[in-house]
């Protein structure tokens, strides 16, 4: 089963996805984890998208469309959870396209709805860990005190994002309602959509989105 987590930043889309993969064997393909993985390794990419991340723009289709060509050639089998992509109408035209190339379908659409003041404050207080990725946040689940992470048990540093302040989340807000979200009207027009209310805990988030998997 290939999926698309949809939501604007803060939604709960990685820790939903990191949530799959630990209980369905699902693979992650996050761009924006894709991006810092290559801003951070110093390639000739990861330069040129520094920049453009942090002010909280989005990269161009191209870079983002060949990342995930990339990792759909060379992953197989567990069904996809694609994080944080399509973030465009063109990305969502070549996610088809891409598909379809390897044989694969998508099967659901899961849109996660979160008010925006919520999103703020989500994304204001949240860290990761540097280690496996596990996010924390300072109000609902903050760092242990030992600084042992609970998901990997190991002691790292909890790393808050480059672009988790608050004037680049407004452009990435901005960013989102201006680029992604028709991709609701576009998922819905092809009878993909479901909707979760992304507000309530984790845990009923991830029994909303279980549902929407099994029906
Ligand atoms: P995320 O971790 O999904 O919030 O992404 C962090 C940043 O990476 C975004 O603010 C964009 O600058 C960039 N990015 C991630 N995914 C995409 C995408 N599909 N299209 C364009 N830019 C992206």
Same mark, same amino acid.
């Not at 197989?76 to 694609?82: A, E, P, R, S, V």
């Not at 609902?140 to 480059?162: L, N, Y």
């Given at each position: 089963?290939?999926?698309?987590l949809?939501?604007?930043?803060?939604?709960?889309k990685g820790?939903q996805a990191q949530h799959l993969v630990a209980?369905?064997?699902m693979i992650q393909l996050s761009?924006?984890d894709?991006?810092?993985?290559?801003?951070?390794?110093?390639?000739?990419?990861?330069?040129?998208?520094?920049?453009?991340?942090?002010?909280?723009?989005?990269?161009?289709?191209?870079? %983002? $469309?060949?990342?995930?060509?990339?990792k759909? =050639?060379?992953?197989?089998?567990g069904?996809f959870i694609f994080d944080g992509?399509?973030?465009?109408?063109?990305?969502?035209?070549?996610?088809?396209?891409?598909?379809?190339?390897?044989?694969?379908?998508?099967?659901?659409? $899961?849109?996660?709805?979160?008010?925006?003041?919520?999103?703020?404050?989500?994304?204001?207080?949240?860290?990761?860990?540097?280690?496996?990725g596990? %996010?924390? =946040?300072?109000?609902?689940?903050? $760092?242990?005190?030992?600084? $042992?992470?609970?998901?990997?048990?190991?002691?790292?540093?909890?790393?808050?994002?480059?672009?988790? =302040?608050?004037?680049?989340?407004? =452009?990435?807000?901005?960013?989102?309602?201006?680029?992604?979200?028709?991709?609701?009207? +576009? +998922?819905?027009?092809?009878?993909?959509?479901?909707?979760?209310?992304?507000?309530?805990?984790?845990?009923?988030?991830?029994?909303?989105?279980?549902?929407?998997?099994?029906?």
């Amino acid at each position: 089963m290939n999926i698309i987590l949809l939501g604007p930043p803060g939604a709960g889309k990685g820790t939903q996805a990191q949530h799959l993969v630990a209980e369905r064997g699902m693979i992650q393909l996050s761009t924006g984890d894709m991006l810092r993985e290559a801003k951070a390794s110093g390639t000739e990419m990861g330069r040129k998208v520094a920049d453009v991340m942090a002010r909280g723009d989005l990269v161009t289709d191209e870079i %983002v $469309i060949g990342l995930i060509r990339e990792k759909l =050639n060379g992953e197989k089998g567990g069904g996809f959870i694609f994080d944080g992509f399509p973030r465009t109408l063109p990305q969502a035209d070549a996610l088809g396209q891409l598909l379809a190339d390897c044989g694969e379908t998508l099967d659901a659409v $899961i849109e996660m709805q979160v008010d925006d003041e919520a999103l703020v404050d989500r994304i204001t207080s949240r860290s990761t860990c540097a280690g496996c990725g596990a %996010v924390y =946040n300072d109000k609902t689940k903050p $760092i242990p005190a030992d600084g $042992i992470c609970t998901s990997c048990g190991e002691k790292h540093e909890f790393k808050r994002r480059a672009d988790d =302040n608050e004037e680049a989340l407004r =452009n990435r807000l901005m960013e989102y309602y201006k680029k992604t979200s028709p991709l609701i009207g +576009y +998922y819905y027009a092809k009878d993909m959509l479901s909707t979760v209310d992304g507000l309530g805990s984790m845990e009923e988030v991830t029994a909303s989105i279980a549902s929407v998997l099994d029906a």
